[in-house]
């Protein structure tokens, strides 16, 4: 069977067994920071599986888009391990259990007209005291007992270890299910039944608390079962992955061929791409924090394994349509921003390989200096300046260094990254379960009702209130100096979402008084977050809630004026200016694209036309509740990557304009008033940022450029503004002639003085030793006199320092024949900084540096002559 019926074959069978098929959920799960990206099937039902809010269904299957990259190091290596899968699963909350898990799951695999496996290739596993799952298997099943293995908690408890190591909550045990191939290869876990059944408490005995209520969860590495269903003997060689391992290898200019030695390589290049392929795709651009930083350490990895092939030029970014090709089916919105990927991918790879070009030279004196000293390990430290500063990976260090016969120092190179990723703030969670007080809430009271598309007033029943962290059944300190959370059943307010940002207002009754100064939303709850000024609030009390009206007018129009925006961008710039993210605030937008440079001026001002022109039309803003497959069908636009619920809304303005969006919007564009663009620039690679105004700051920033020019009209003395520029340019010949004879000027003083300094200099084994404080308080005069003091024809060292804006600043220069001698400028200037509270570097031949301590200049000069002494005489020695 082919990757793409198993996934089918899986879902149907599971819908013929009464589960409902829900869609993957996105990639990076914006409601839940316990996790960066979405690792299986069971995050997207945690509401489910804790008991919370209204159960909609309670039988589920899915095929999830995971990433994982906890053993990033043997992708490519094992037969079997991936940072992006799917995982194939199906669930039970408080509905089937382990007779139906697992008769289904034996079913499916060796059914004939499902998987139709050979059950005596089958084993399985199951939990140590799990007597129940093994007599199933056993006696109902019919598979033999010397075919059922029991394991301990580590192997088949979930989470590993709970019982005795935790962490406390949910938990249960669980039976794998291994196939063992003809060939007499190694046995395949091809699906893991974990069965929910407790709730840990405290450390053991007697810690497992049964649930009243159990679950299943199942996991089966889609890509895994195909290698088995397609009798091959690792995941790479699929249909779905060999046709990118076979690309990489053209790409690279290699044949692929799993035995070769360039087959690993070229496995993680295919892994890679289509793991940053997917990510980009949902709007997650290479960056420095969180989901950007993966995505950006495995696109370098990738362009790493290439560039260690010989390719050495960008290359990834033309396997993204191998990508599409292969994901289009289960997923055909991808093929949409094909462009948009590939040119954020070829920024990055550009980037890279300027880095790698760079840092090359850094690394050849790494070289030399262990060749000097003799020695045949790189120090971990400098491993891993290179890998975190110069983004030099390690990789890239290691393979480049056994081509001179030497090794790093891995052990203190990881014990230094791990130190890094603690101070960095890895995110990182005890259990994907935990339970807070917003979920208590959830489970009492179930979700808010929102009325604000229609009201910005309403009276409403307190449900929650959350006060450091904790619930609380009354709020009286008035002026607490945390902000407080309060939870109604019904609201008018705006949780923030979408890229609108929440309503802020208050909540009233007789005596009391709740100042909201923002609006969140968890879920189906919304958290009204403030400070009581007055009174006391407690749980089920009733309230007015009333929105300041004039700030949700100004988001309305902001808004509205974003859907606007997109059809501009789209209609000027074509069809792969996606939107990639906004933020909406009262009469000020801000607004994300997929874009590979620069709009031009005309773009930008064709963009402006549009929207005002849209506006001018006063076009119907009307909007629809309907299913998601529906407003699809209608043409709705969406946003990739973000998670849509099954009923969605359709914003739709005239003809030109249908949008999914939950935000608040206004009844006809022509209420927006005035649009204008105040900037655009790039944030990201391949993403560029548009802010406007509208309404009332639209009109304040006419009247502010109209007040700038009056004003420059007068300081220039040009009485019309049409002439400011011919002004402008007037006055940048007059400072442009100055700055030339001050130069002239400087240069022959700078002359004077330098040859004064060479003249008093002291000589140690005959070169000029010239350190001085002068008083040239700028750094460019500062580089002149380094630059006339090396001019003479006659080996110096130097080291001058000056006085800018109270701070110090230091440069220092050697004759460049010193520095094959071991005197270098950039080590005599970090010795000297340190003097004053400061650092810096540089070139072996020109370094600078600066510090906070002015009066410790002397004691720097005095440094540096130490320095320049010992080494010239050490040198003098050699």
Excluded at 101 to 107: L, V
Excluded at 283 to 302: C, F, I, M
Aim: with cysteine; glycine share 10%; hydrophobic share 40%.
């Amino acid at each position: 069977m082919k990757t793409d019926e198993i996934r089918e074959a899986y879902l149907s069978f599971f819908e013929s067994k009464g589960c409902v098929r829900r869609p993957s959920d996105v990639l990076v799960p914006r409601d839940d920071p316990t996790v960066l990206f979405t690792p299986a099937g069971m995050n997207q039902f945690k509401n489910e599986f804790l008991g919370v809010g209204k159960l909609e269904f309670t039988r589920a299957t899915t095929c999830q888009k995971c990433i994982r990259t906890g053993d990033i190091g043997n992708v490519g290596i094992t037969a079997y391990h991936h940072t992006f899968f799917e995982m194939l699963g199906n669930f039970s909350f408080g509905d089937y259990f382990k007779q139906e898990a697992i008769h289904w799951a034996w079913e499916l695999l060796t059914g004939k007209e499902w998987f139709a496996l050979d059950p005596e290739r089958l084993t399985v596993t199951v939990y140590l005291d799990d007597d129940e799952a093994f007599n199933i298997w056993e006696k109902e099943i019919g598979l033999p007992a010397d075919r059922i293995r029991r394991d301990d908690e580590y192997e088949n408890f979930w989470p590993a270890g709970a019982p005795t190591e935790g962490p406390d909550g949910v938990c249960g045990p669980c039976s794998e299910i291994y196939y063992h191939p003809p060939s007499g290869g190694k046995e395949v876990e091809i699906w893991n039944l974990v069965f929910t059944q407790f709730n840990r408490v405290g450390a053991p005995p007697d810690n497992l608390r049964p649930l009243p209520k159990k679950n299943i969860d199942t996991g089966m590495g889609l890509e895994r079962m195909a290698s088995v269903m397609q009798g091959v003997e690792s995941n790479f060689e699929i249909d779905t992955l060999k046709p990118l391992c076979m690309a990489a290898g053209d790409t690279v200019g290699l044949k692929y061929s799993f035995d070769a030695p360039h087959g690993r390589p070229l496995r993680r290049v295919a892994d890679h791409v289509r793991a940053v392929t997917m990510c980009i795709h949902e709007g997650v651009q290479p960056g420095n924090a969180k989901q950007s930083y993966v995505v950006r350490q495995l696109l370098r990895r990738a362009v790493l394994e290439g560039y260690l092939l010989g390719k050495q030029e960008p290359f990834l970014h033309s396997l993204v349509p191998a990508v599409i090709d292969v994901m289009k089916a289960p997923y055909p919105d991808v093929a949409e921003s094909a462009e948009s990927v590939a040119n954020v991918i070829r920024e990055e790879e550009d980037h890279f390989l300027g880095i790698v070009e760079r840092g090359l030279s850094k690394f050849d004196r790494l070289v030399e200096s262990c060749r000097k000293d003799g020695a045949s390990v790189i120090p971990g430290e400098a491993a891993f300046e290179l890998h975190t500063q110069d983004g030099f990976l390690v990789e890239l260090t290691e393979t480049m260094a056994a081509r001179y016969n030497l090794k790093i120092d891995r052990e203190r190179f990881s014990a230094l990254m791990k130190q890094h990723e603690q101070l960095s703030g890895r995110v990182t969670a005890d259990s994907v379960m935990a339970e807070g007080p917003l979920d208590a809430i959830r489970k009492t009271a179930g979700g808010t009702e929102f009325l604000g598309y229609d009201t910005v007033q309403a009276s409403a029943k307190v449900v929650g209130i959350i006060a450091e962290k904790q619930l609380v059944e009354s709020l009286e300190e008035v002026g607490h100096a945390d902000a407080v959370g309060i939870v109604l059943d019904r609201t008018p307010f705006y949780g923030e979402a979408g890229g609108q940002v929440g309503d802020v207002g208050s909540l009233t009754a007789e005596g009391v008084l709740f100042d909201v100064i923002d609006t969140q939303r968890d879920g189906e709850l919304l958290l009204h977050i403030g400070h009581l000024k007055q009174g006391t609030i407690g749980v089920g009390d009733s309230v007015d809630a009333t929105v300041k009206g004039d700030r949700r007018a100004g988001i309305r129009r902001a808004h509205s004026a974003t859907h606007l925006l997109h059809h501009a961008l789209r209609k000027t710039l074509g069809p792969n200016a996606m939107q990639r993210g906004s933020k909406v605030e009262d009469d000020v937008l801000r607004f994300d694209f997929a874009h590979k440079g620069p709009m031009t001026p005309e773009e930008i001002r064709e963009v402006e036309d549009e929207i005002n022109a849209r506006i001018a039309e006063g076009a119907p803003v009307s909007t629809a509740l309907m299913g998601i497959k529906e407003a699809r069908e209608a043409g709705a636009m969406a946003l990739f990557g973000e998670k849509y619920p099954d009923k969605v809304r359709v914003v739709t303005m005239g003809e030109f304009s249908k949008e999914l969006c939950g935000g608040t919007h206004l009844s006809n564009t022509g209420q927006v008033g005035l649009c204008r663009i105040i900037s655009e620039e790039p944030v990201a690679k391949g993403v560029r940022r548009i802010v406007a105004y509208t309404g009332h700051r639209a009109i304040e920033s006419v009247r502010e450029a109209e007040a700038l020019l009056k004003e420059l009209s007068q300081v220039l003395k040009t009485p019309q503004p049409q002439d400011l520029p011919r002004r402008a340019a007037q006055l940048q010949d007059e400072v442009k002639q100055l700055r030339q004879e001050l130069a002239q000027y400087t240069r022959a003083s700078v002359a004077d003085q330098a040859a004064e300094f060479l003249k008093e200099a002291d000589e140690v084994n005959g070169v000029k030793v010239v350190c001085r404080r002068v008083d040239a308080g700028d750094r460019d005069i500062l580089r002149e006199y380094a630059d006339q003091l090396r001019s003479g024809g006659q080996d110096v060292c130097l080291l001058l320092a000056t006085e800018v804006d109270g701070k110090v600043a230091l440069i220092a220069a050697v004759s460049k024949e010193l520095t094959k001698k071991g005197v270098k400028a950039g080590d005599c200037v970090r010795e000297a900084a340190k003097a004053v509270g400061g650092g810096g570097g540089g070139r072996l031949d020109l370094a600078e540096a600066g510090g906070k301590d002015p009066a410790k200049i002397d004691d720097a000069l005095a440094a540096a002559t130490r320095f320049y002494t010992e080494k010239l005489s050490a040198a003098a020695q050699a």
